[in-house]
């Protein structure tokens, strides 16, 4: 659309505003003319890379298909058995028995220290 307005515009303007082409045989005069011309040719063509780029069309979506999680705290299927668990040694207090020596709160292994009264607890 836009290159139909510039070339009815570039033929009105003739119209309107006529003047005499000069009378030049040189070869700058004629260097001139074609650096001209080859300078409106591309400028049309960039006009026509334009309207490609903002014109076209893109390319058809992917048909959905089931959503994929990206977290997924569902257990593997077909992982195989689950590993062993270590057996607590016959001396070791279990977790749900294990006390603090200082204010007696229950604790588990993992703890280092007491979380009620902060001392340290036995390995």
Request: hydrophobic share 40%.
């Amino acid at each position: 659309m836009v290159f139909v307005g510039l070339v009815l515009s570039y033929i009105v303007a003739g119209f309107v505003f006529p003047y005499p082409a000069p009378i030049c045989n040189t070869a700058v005069c004629n260097a001139s003319s074609a650096s001209g011309l080859a300078g409106l040719g591309l400028v049309i063509v960039g006009m026509m890379f334009l309207g490609t780029a903002l014109y076209r069309e893109d390319a058809p979506a992917p048909p959905p298909g089931p959503p994929v999680p990206q977290y997924s705290f569902a257990p593997i299927p077909n992982a195989g058995p689950a590993p062993p668990t270590p057996a607590a040694p016959p001396n070791a207090p279990s977790d749900s028995n294990r006390r603090c020596p200082g204010c007696g709160a229950s604790v588990t292994a993992a703890y280092g220290f007491c979380p009620r009264c902060g001392r340290t607890l036995p390995p």
